[in-house]
């Protein structure tokens, strides 16, 4: 199964995309995890990518579709099947994962998870994220037991840097402008199914497993000539 989660910043993606890997064992590739583990590690690249993250801009396409690429020659993930989550997010990036794909498998879908503003803010200014495994809570909807500290693993939450008011705003516009052409792309290609994000991601989880087992047992039984 490989997927694509795409959808404003705070629609869920990173949240459903946990409770998918578990279901499913599917790997999990975040180009924002990956860029924040650059930006940790403090290099110059991390440098760079940090001015882009900190001002709500996208990093250029090519430094993340070489991030993308090099995860794509681990032949374990494209065993497991995989969900992108972050990438593609302009239309150069969906071509060139096209390109990337084209010798490997194609996409089976583009999962649209839409979501309002008033959801967005709530989710992000109260969103905490632990240091060290990256489990994700939220002061409201899902506080820790102990506050600031990581219910799985005891780590420390912290609040991301592009987590406030002003940057979230500019990370939607720059949204708008810049990956909705990427759900016109998908939805040429008849892959783009769309799915409620302000929806509670528990509910949206159980519902998209079935349908995903559903597809996966047509697949199997148009395999051995059943229908
Ligand atoms: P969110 O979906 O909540 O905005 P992410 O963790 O996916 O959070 O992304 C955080 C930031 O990382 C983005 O605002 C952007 O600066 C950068 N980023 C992530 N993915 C990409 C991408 N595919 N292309 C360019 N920049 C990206
Ligand atoms: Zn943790």
């Not at 705070?10 to 459903?16: E, I, N, Q, R």
Request: hydrophobic share 35%.
């Amino acid at each position: 199964m490989q997927i694509i989660l795409l959808g404003p910043p705070g629609a869920g993606k990173g949240t459903l995309a946990a409770l998918l890997k578990e279901t499913f064992k599917l790997a999990h590739i975040s180009t924002g995890d990956l860029l924040r583990e650059q930006m940790k590690a403090n290099t110059k690249l991390g440098g760079e990518i940090k001015k882009f993250v900190e001002n709500g801009q996208l990093v250029p396409d090519g430094v993340v579709t070489l991030m993308v690429k090099q995860k794509m020659a681990d032949a374990k993930i494209l065993r497991s099947g995989f969900m992108l989550d972050g990438f593609p997010r302009t239309a150069t990036q969906a071509q060139d994962l096209d390109k990337i794909l084209a010798k490997i498998q194609p996409i089976d879908c583009a999962l649209y998870m839409e979501s309002t503003l008033p959801v967005i803010l709530k989710r992000l200014t109260g969103r905490r994220v632990c240091r060290n495994c990256g489990a994700l809570f939220h002061v409201v909807n899902k506080p820790p037991a102990k506050e600031g500290i990581c219910d799985s693993c005891g780590g420390p939450l912290y609040q991301r840097s592009d987590d406030n008011e002003e940057t979230i705003k500019k990370r939607m516009d720059v949204y708008l402008e810049s990956t909705q052409p990427v759900i016109d792309y998908y939805k040429k290609q008849g892959k783009l199914v769309k799915v409620d994000g302000d929806k509670d991601s528990a509910k949206l989880h159980a519902e998209l497993t079935k349908i995903f087992n559903a597809d996966r047992k047509s697949h199997k039984d148009q395999k051995s000539g059943r229908n």
